[in-house]
């Protein structure tokens, strides 16, 4: 069976759990990346009904919010409901400049707070449809095609859903949600030929050279960021201005700092070696390792 068949008949498999558990459509996670555009157009192809969502997480380029509210226009006019999610924290509207100070630290690839209150704990009680692919890093490497989240990432139960494994939900699970990644097991080729082959109007962050179009300024994009920077200058200004009001909140509530100025933190978060004495995370001196 080809990748596409076989994505499409976990859709349509996804589909009728989710009517028989919830009574809803499919809710598709639209982050306007090259998976979940995979995975639009493959609901569309599966006949299935299916809802869209996008978590807005105020770090977006404006080429990416540009691009998801064009995709949002065009799937309203085919009747598909779309939601745009604004960010909340502690039941307030929050951004990624307002929680950097409200979380004393800016995130890094070990803590990413921002992912869990930006991204994360959406679409409870519903059967999600995700662009998680295996393929993507080492992280998602363990990822099943069906999966019940668990309290911790170890306690995530993953389910032979290709061969029919029905035990998804327990009865006492039922408000429990279903995650479904119909691309898990798609190479980034599959991901282009299939997008190239539906001829499918992707982000423009792509063709201006960026091979992934999270946040910017995300932590898991490394070195990457200077580049991001450099095309989208006033992002550098708003991490710079966050982690000033940061080391004010810290010294607000007595809290002992690594770094003396705004331009200390952006140089230790972007790993600059040239800052004297640098700690990393836990405190240690760049470079003791090594001593
Ligand atoms: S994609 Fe990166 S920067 Fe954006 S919310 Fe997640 S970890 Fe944070």
Known sequence: MDLEHKAIMRLQEAANLSEFYYQKP??????????SEVCLELCRR??????VIHSLTTADAPETVYHVKRVFHRLELEGVKCEVLYPRYKGQPTSMWALIPQKLMPPVRTVRYCCQVLKEGRGKNRCMVLGVRRAESQNRSDSG?????GKTRAAKQIFDFDNGD???IAPCQMKAKIKIHPIVDWTDRDVWNFLTDAKTEVNPCYSMGF??????????????RWREFRQWPK?????????ARMLE????????????TADDVFRWWMDDKNLDGQLDIFGREVGTDDL
């Open 145 to 149: 095609v069906a999966e019940l989240p």
């Open 26 to 35: 499919l809710l598709l996670t639209y982050s306007g990346g090259k998976d």
């Open 46 to 51: 599966a006949g299935v009904p299916f809802e």
């Open 211 to 224: 091979q992934r179009v999270g946040c910017v300024g995300c932590p898991m994009a490394d070195k990457l």
């Open 249 to 260: 909140e810290r010294k607000a509530r007595g809290k002992e700092s690594q770094w003396k």
């Open 166 to 168: 029905k035990s998804i």
């Open 235 to 243: 992002f550098e200004n708003l991490y710079r201005h966050a982690f």
